[in-house]
């Protein structure tokens, strides 16, 4: 969309006043951000943050994002509202009026996530609008995994509408979600705080204009996307520009795959092309572009002008395509619930291109996709009167070493989605969780050290089973090393007493006295570990992070002054 500057230049507001207005708007985000976390029910949203929250100018454009959130929400929240303001009139919308869907083609990628947009008024007059998005831990089908063979398996598939109607809920509506949940009152409960952070945003946004006396957003809103673009050009000018080529080997489910990126580098502009990429699984491990846009641009922005908020001018210079129906560009009704195990791994995709570029900037592969273990009551358990529950705890690996640090252990990147506790995960499920410690020699061995994956052990708490679905990667392919940093540790799933490996991707039923077991992926490394300081192996070896028997990667004198 171009940007009209006339009217912020025939604007009263002086830039200083305009650059006060921006800074105010990131605080009333993140405090939208915070309200939906603070009132939600589910623990993926209150405890791990796997939401969005944003504020837009009337036209749709994301003037702000809270920075509190995931970039597969945040991102593609910032295209969905685009989706609904064309889809309803403004001369139809009230004050107090609410718009929703959990399309993944037109929200963040599956049907657990609901993004709802609020129109803002003042003076009668709609002058911007409030979105935000979070996770609803179970809609019904199969179950949150990755067994479906269309979207139709895969739960209740909302189109656009009005969740709320001049303030009051769509009684019919909320009916239907609860009929199609085995977690009713969690979900209702995480539909009335995502109205609740609407809400909050609009009724600071609306404050903000009485207080620096303004009537509409477009000088602001211009200020910040045209500042922004501008920004973005300038930090783009500076990478060589060129095209670069980058291709990972995944674990796939029936098969093996290949993602392909291809990163274009123009002056003032970068464009991902997923040409070469393998086609649709049958599973639902497929992506819609969207989601595979929102995770490719986050990765691009984190090196190319990562201090410049990110809004629709600083998003507008990177584009991504895909040839349809390839895996990261799934065509409905492909099934999509997991969507993010292929999804969260194109942030190596791409910047295993930008590497090729910036060598010097680029961190190492991490394990990337999160661990992300949605749970639920065995199908015989409500039959016989047992305790029903669905849950989805998280769980990270490594992260890459950078160029001039080690990797981070146990961390969520890209997702930024907080691993989950292990004291409210046995509070709402009938699990136990005996380990959750970091997995030693894990990280890549380089000059500087990948960052740690981590194990996980748990059984059941009582004398019913429970099924675990699996959608993870890396359990083949581990995260690669940068400028001769070697490979992390791939991920491993077992039973504590049988040695033999499951599949990373499956319906898996866990019986009363399994200890079922997770090790999550390690980092790579980065540069030669023979050049990594002895004073840092020696702090590895005495903080049982790297063994004995894992130092001798980094040569004779491992460790030793």
Not at 78 to 107: C, Q, S
Not at 273 to 280: A, E, M, P, R
Not at 287 to 304: D, E, K
Not at 340 to 350: A, C, I, N, Y
Request: aromatic share 6%; hydrophobic share 40%; glycine share 12%.
């Amino acid at each position: 969309m171009s940007v009209d500057l006339s009217q912020a230049k025939a604007s009263p507001l002086s830039a200083a006043r305009l650059q006060v207005m921006w800074n105010r708007l990131l605080s009333v985000v993140e405090e939208q951000g915070q309200t939906l976390i603070r009132a939600a029910f589910s623990p993926i949203v209150r405890e791990c943050g796997d939401i969005s929250a944003g504020i837009f100018d009337v036209d749709g454009r994301m003037l702000a994002q809270a920075v509190t959130g995931t970039p597969g929400h945040i991102n593609t929240m910032a295209e969905a509202v685009l989706h609904l303001r064309g889809r309803f009139a403004l001369e139809d919308m009230k004050p107090g009026d609410i718009y929703m869907t959990n399309d993944p083609w037109l929200a963040s990628g599956h049907l657990n996530d609901f993004l709802l947009m609020m129109p803002a008024f003042k003076e009668g007059r709609v002058v911007g609008f409030t979105s935000c998005t979070s996770h609803l831990v179970d809609l019904g089908g199969l179950g949150m995994g990755p067994e479906g063979s269309d979207i139709y398996d895969e739960g209740l598939l909302i189109p656009p509408c009005k969740l709320v109607e001049a303030g009051t809920p769509n009684a019919l509506l909320m009916d239907i979600v609860r009929a199609n949940s085995r977690e009713p009152v969690a979900n209702e409960g995480d539909i009335y705080a995502l109205i609740a952070c609407c809400e909050a945003g609009v009724n600071r946004l609306v404050a903000m204009m009485e207080e620096f006396g303004t009537d509409d957003l477009y000088a602001l809103g211009d200020y910040i996307i045209e500042i922004s673009r501008k920004g973005a050009i300038e930090a783009i000018s500076e990478v060589p520009t060129g095209v670069y080529k980058n291709m990972l080997k995944m674990d796939g489910y029936e098969n093996e795959l290949e993602l392909h990126a291809t990163l274009t580098v123009t002056k003032n502009s970068m464009h991902v092309d997923f040409t070469g990429t393998s086609g649709l699984s049958k599973k639902g491990i497929n992506v819609p572009l969207n989601y595979a846009t929102a995770y490719t641009v986050f990765a691009l922005r984190c090196l190319v002008g990562p201090d410049i908020p990110n809004n629709a001018g600083s998003l507008a210079p990177f584009t991504v395509e895909g040839p349809k129906n390839c895996i990261l560009n799934a065509q409905h009704p492909a099934p999509v619930a997991m969507r993010h195990t292929l999804g969260q791994v194109t942030p190596d995709l791409v910047l295993g291109c930008l590497h090729q570029a910036l060598p010097d900037r680029v961190p190492a592969e991490g394990a990337s996709c999160m661990f992300d273990l949605p749970m639920r009551h065995a199908p015989e358990v409500a039959a016989n009167g047992g305790r029903e529950f669905a849950i989805e705890p998280v769980h990270n690996g490594g992260t890459g070493a950078r160029p001039h640090a080690d990797g981070l252990s146990a961390t969520a990147y890209p997702s930024g989605v907080f691993g989950s506790q292990v004291e409210i995960t046995e509070s709402v499920a009938p699990v136990v969780m005996w380990r959750r410690e970091l997995l030693p020699d894990s990280g890549g061995p380089g000059k500087f050290r990948g960052g740690l994956g981590q194990r996980i052990e748990m059984t059941s708490s009582n004398e019913a089973p429970f099924i675990v679905f699996l959608s993870v990667e890396r359990l083949k392919f581990p995260a690669l090393g940068r400028m001769g940093g070697h490979p992390g540790a791939p991920g491993r799933i077992r039973f504590r007493d049988d040695d033999a490996d499951i599949p990373g991707k499956g319906e898996l039923r866990v019986a009363p006295g399994d200890y079922l077991v997770f090790d999550t992926p390690g980092g790579g490394g980065f540069g030669a570990p023979s050049e990594r300081a002895s004073e840092a192996l020696a702090l590895d070896l005495k903080r049982g992070l790297v063994s004995e028997v894992g130092a001798a990667a980094y040569g004779p004198a491992a460790g030793k002054d």
